[in-house]
């Protein structure tokens, strides 16, 4: 367990160590998808229409859309945890638990309702839109100086975050799905900015990559398969 464990983190920070290089960024900013789905429109776009990072993931799952949205629904700190690399996000102290089963009283969730990336986080993600066994959006929109939202049709903040984070559902006519992770994120031009994007952002295209081999893993067992081991595709 304690040698899985530490191969777990030796990946997650080599990952991360490639992703710092311009050879390696633009390929896991659209690893796995396909250039149609790279270009394709989502719910949740609108919302940040100006990004100044992005990516757009994707996984082929042998699982139906019903089997996977119930993993995607649970995810949060706090909830079902996000099946990624657990112990580097715990060594920030995110106190994430990575659920191995589907949990009932997290099976609930609205627009409006809070997901969170830290328990001391101030601008958690709040779900924009939600379609059942379709898409799910969140977002976080916040002037960080006053620590409230804002409208897009005024002048922007002088500080401020505007994220938008979309799981899209697309099921296969021959019977697998596609899940689509997108990410589309906006801030204000500060140093501080820079240096926080400039290093977390890479990191949390690694993060989001293991994400979605851990929803894979879970989904494709619960929908009667067997637990899939890392492909080609999961490279």
Excluded: C
């Excluded at 899985?4 to 160590?17: D, F, H, M, T, V």
């Excluded at 995810?75 to 949990?103: C, K, P, T, W």
């Excluded at 969170?116 to 709040?126: C, D, E, F, L, N």
Aim: hydrophobic share 40%; proline share 6%.
């Amino acid at each position: 367990m304690a040698d899985s464990k530490l191969k777990n983190i030796g990946e997650g920070i080599a990952g991360a160590a490639a992703l710092l290089t311009p050879f390696f960024r633009p390929w896991y900013r659209k690893w796995g998808a396909t250039d149609a789905e790279v270009h394709r429109s989502l719910p949740g776009d609108d919302l940040v229409p100006h990004p100044k990072g992005d990516y757009t993931h994707a996984i082929t799952i042998r699982a139906s859309a019903a089997d996977i949205w119930p993993w995607l629904v649970q995810m949060g700190q706090g909830r079902g945890g996000f099946y990624s690399y657990e112990l580097l996000e715990n060594l920030v102290g995110s106190d994430i638990h990575n659920a191995d089963r589907i949990i009932p009283e997290f099976q609930h969730l609205e627009v409006g309702d809070s997901v969170r990336m830290h328990p001391k986080s101030g601008y958690p993600y709040v779900v924009a839109a939600i379609e059942p066994g379709r898409a799910l959006v969140l977002q976080t929109r916040v002037d960080t100086q006053t620590g409230k939202t804002f409208e897009l049709t005024g002048t922007m903040p002088k500080r401020y975050l505007n994220f938008s984070w979309v799981f899209f559902l697309d099921e296969l006519n021959e019977g697998p799905t596609r899940l689509v992770s997108r990410s589309r994120n906006d801030w204000n031009r500060s140093f501080k900015n820079a240096l926080v994007f400039g290093v977390f952002g890479p990191i949390s295209l690694v993060m989001d990559r293991k994400m979605l081999l851990g929803i894979k893993q879970r989904a494709e067992p619960s929908a009667g398969g067997e637990r899939s081991p890392e492909r080609t595709e999961e490279v």
